[in-house]
């Protein structure tokens, strides 16, 4: 098993920035790939980062590429979510989640992860 939980959500204005965390504790390993999505309202979840912990690789969604930044602290699991240039469709819940099989790239589709946060708001106004 392993346990993710998210903090650091909140409001924000419109141009501003936050950064979300995620520590992960239980059965970690570094052959994971961890993931960031998120889900407003409606019953799709969209993929936005995703970092390998294994090769280092990092992974973007254009719709956040070049404003959202993944980061890992090895010593400390933990994976961030530094997001900039906030806009009011970036309101959403923020999920991070582990993908343990192992893969050597990433995958986008939440399927593909076991398992998940539960999630931290993060709302933007103008």
């Known amino acids: 098993q392993v346990q993710l939980v998210e903090s650091g959500g909140g409001s924000v204005q419109v141009g501003g920035s936050l950064r979300l965390s995620c520590a992960a504790s239980g059965r970690t390993s570094r052959s994971y790939v961890m993931g960031w999505f998120r889900q407003a309202p409606g019953p799709e979840r969209e993929f936005l980062a995703a970092i390998n912990w294994s090769t280092a690789r990092i992974y973007y969604a254009d719709s956040v590429k070049g404003r959202f930044t993944i980061s890992r602290d090895n010593a400390k699991n933990t994976v961030f979510l530094q997001m900039s240039s906030l806009k009011p469709e970036d309101t959403a819940v923020y999920y991070c989640?582990?993908?343990?099989?192992?893969?050597?790239?990433?995958?986008?589709?939440?399927?593909?992860?076991?398992?998940w946060g539960q999630g931290t708001q993060v709302t933007v106004s103008s």
């Open positions: 989640a582990a993908d343990t099989r192992g893969r050597s790239g990433y995958t986008s589709v939440p399927s593909g992860y076991d398992y």
